[in-house]
C-alpha cells in the first residue's frame, strides 16, 4: 500500500501468482470482494502494482517457464493490457564482465509523488532499472549492474534465493526523490542520495549466518526493507538474520526482533507497515531451523505485531488455523490497505489469501485454491 | 520465408504461419520484431543468446548461432522446447 493513493475509493487487492495475476474489487466495508481473473493465465507473475499517484497505471512483471521477461501495463485496471515496448534488460558487456540477461523482474516500485511517470524495476538476477514513461520504457542502472564491485556483491547464482537472486524493496524517500534505498536477497541494503547516480551499502549492525564475515557484503541476506510513511527516517528489516530497525541518520540496525518470543524467532519474509504510525508493524514468522523449512513454527500460522517499535510484540492468530498449518508467505505477499482501521492481508504459497479489517486482530479468508501467491499489494484505483 | 509460431508466442502473430525476411537467423526474428512488437525479446535475451527453451529448426536441422544464415525460401520452425514431463 501506498500514501499517495489518488483515488481512496474503494479498495483492490492486487494478487501476483505463479500461474496468473487476479484483482479482488473490494466494497466500502471490505466485506464483499468481486474477483477479476485469471489475468495471464499460466504466467508467472512476481508482481502487480497500481501507479498511486494516477490510479489508472498497473504493471504487472511478467514472464512465461519457456520466454523471456516482459512488462505488461494496463490503464483501465486490467479490462486491457499493452506490453512494455523495451522492458528490463540489461546491457551489452562492459568493464571486462560478463554480459548478464534478465530473467525476470521480481519487484516494481512507483516513483515519488513529484515524478509522475518514474517507475523503479529490481531483477533477478540482480539489477535495478528505472522507467521515466510509466512503465513503457526500462532502462538500466550501470552504476550497480555493471559496476565490478556490485557484481561481487550480487555473488553468485549459488548465493541466491532457489528461483535466482533478488533486487528488491527498491523504496523513495517520500521527502526527496533522489533519495533511494534497495535490499538484495544476497548483498545487503543500499542507499543513494543522488538519485541513484552512486550507492552505498547501509550493513552496520545487520548479523549474518553463523560462520561468515558480518563485514562482507555479499553475506547480508535482508528479505524485506521498509520505510515509514509517516517518518521516512525510520526503516524496518526483515532479514534472513532477525528483524530490525534503524533510525536515521543512524546507519546501525538494532535487531529488534531479539524480543519476539524465543520458541517462535524472528526469521521471516515479509513486513508490513502502519501508514501513519511509524511504532506500528506486522511481521509473518517462519521457521529458520536447522534446515529453514520457511514453513509457520510448529505449524500455526499467526501475524505479530508490534505498537512500539519492535520493542513487544503481540501473537495475532485468531481466525487462523489453529494446528497443522504449515504456510509460507512471500516477501511481497503481505500488505496493508489505507483505511482508518487498518485492513492486513497476506497470501500463501499453497493458494490462499487472508484478510484482516481489524489490524490483524481477526483474519478471515478470502480466497483458496489460488496458484502459488508471489506478491499481494492493495491499491485505490481512480 | 516462411516461419512457425509456437502457440506461446501466437498472441504477437495472431496466426501459427508468418512470414518473415533476412539471410540470418537474428535477421530473421528482427523482422518478425519489427512486425510483431516485443517478439524477438521473449526469445533472444539481451546478450543475443537464444533463450533456454527456445529451439529453431531449419529442414530438421537445430540452430543456435544467430548469424546461421538462412535460405530466402526456407521454413524456420521456432519451437518451444520440452522441459521435462
Given at each position: 500500500m501506498d500514501t499517495q493513493d489518488a483515488g481512496r475509493g474503494n479498495p483492490v487487492i492486487l494478487v501476483a501468482t505463479r500461474k496468473g495475476a487476479w484483482i479482488y474489487h473490494g466494497d466500502r466495508e471490505r466485506q464483499n470482494w468481486r474477483v477479476d481473473g485469471p489475468h495471464f493465465l499460466g504466467h508467472i507473475i512476481n508482481h502487480l502494482r497500481l501507479d498511486p499517484r494516477d490510479g489508472r497505471t498497473l504493471l504487472a512483471a511478467a514472464s512465461t517457464g519457456h520466454l523471456g521477461p516482459t512488462i505488461f501495463r494496463s490503464t483501465d485496471l486490467g479490462q486491457t493490457w499493452q506490453e512494455a515496448a523495451k522492458p528490463p534488460a540489461f546491457g551489452p558487456p562492459i568493464n571486462g564482465l560478463e554480459g548478464r540477461?534478465?530473467?525476470?523482474?521480481?519487484?516494481?516500485?512507483?516513483?515519488?509523488?513529484?515524478?509522475?511517470?518514474?517507475?523503479?524495476?529490481?531483477?533477478?538476477?540482480?539489477?535495478?532499472?528505472?522507467?521515466?514513461?510509466?512503465?513503457?520504457?526500462?532502462?538500466?542502472?550501470?552504476?550497480?549492474?555493471?559496476?565490478?564491485?556490485?557484481?561481487?556483491?550480487?555473488?553468485?547464482?549459488?548465493?541466491?534465493?532457489p528461483d535466482g537472486p533478488k533486487l528488491h524493496s527498491i523504496t523513495v524517500d517520500p521527502r526527496d526523490a533522489q533519495h533511494l534505498y534497495f535490499a538484495m536477497s544476497g548483498g545487503g541494503v543500499h542507499e543513494s542520495l543522488d538519485g541513484g547516480q552512486t550507492f552505498a551499502p547501509l550493513i552496520e549492525g545487520m548479523e549474518v549466518v553463523g560462520g561468515f564475515d558480518v563485514n562482507e557484503v555479499t553475506f547480508h541476506d535482508p528479505h524485506c526493507l521498509r520505510l515509514c510513511p509517516s517518518n521516512p527516517d525510520r526503516l524496518y528489516q526483515q532479514n534472513h538474520c532477525g528483524i530490525y530497525r534503524l533510525d536515521r541518520p543512524a546507519r546501525r540496525w538494532q535487531r529488534i526482533g531479539r524480543n519476539m518470543p524465543a520458541d517462535v524467532g524472528d526469521i521471516g519474509f515479509p513486513l508490513v507497515l502502519h501508514p501513519r504510525d511509524d511504532n506500528r508493524l506486522w511481521v509473518f514468522p517462519m521457521d529458520g531451523s536447522d534446515v529453514w523449512p520457511r514453513t509457520s513454527p510448529g505449524g500455526q500460522?499467526?501475524?505479530?505485531?508490534?505498537?512500539?517499535g519492535g520493542e513487544t510484540w503481540q501473537r495475532h492468530g485468531i481466525g487462523l488455523p489453529a494446528s497443522q498449518a504449515w504456510w509460507t508467505v512471500k516477501r511481497q505477499a503481505m500488505t496493508s490497505d489505507h483505511e482508518d482501521c487498518l485492513g492486513l492481508y497476506f497470501g500463501t504459497t499453497s493458494g490462499e489469501l487472508w484478510q484482516s479489517r481489524d489490524e490483524g486482530l481477526h483474519w478471515e479468508c478470502l480466497a483458496r485454491h489460488l496458484p502459488e501467491i508471489y506478491a499481494v499489494e492493495t491499491a485505490y484505483p481512480k | 520465408m516462411r516461419v512457425l509460431i509456437p502457440s506461446a508466442l501466437q498472441s504477437y502473430t495472431g496466426q501459427p504461419w508468418v512470414a518473415a525476411e533476412g539471410r540470418t537467423v537474428d535477421q530473421v526474428l528482427l523482422d518478425l520484431d519489427r512486425q510483431f512488437p516485443g517478439i524477438r525479446f521473449r526469445m533472444v535475451d539481451e546478450q543475443r543468446r537464444i533463450r533456454r527453451h527456445i529451439r529453431l529448426f531449419l529442414a530438421g536441422e537445430m540452430l543456435f548461432d544467430p548469424d546461421h544464415p538462412l535460405p530466402a525460401d526456407g521454413e524456420l520452425h521456432i519451437v518451444q522446447a520440452l522441459s521435462g514431463g
Open positions: 540477461a534478465v530473467d525476470h523482474t521480481f519487484w516494481l516500485t512507483p516513483g515519488h509523488a513529484d515524478q509522475p511517470g518514474v517507475w523503479y524495476a529490481g531483477t533477478s538476477p540482480q539489477g535495478l532499472f528505472r522507467s521515466e514513461d510509466g512503465g513503457v520504457n526500462w532502462a538500466p542502472f550501470s552504476c550497480i549492474n555493471d559496476d565490478a564491485q556490485y557484481r561481487q556483491w550480487f555473488g553468485t547464482v549459488q548465493d541466491g534465493t500460522p499467526a501475524v505479530y505485531g508490534s505498537c512500539d | -
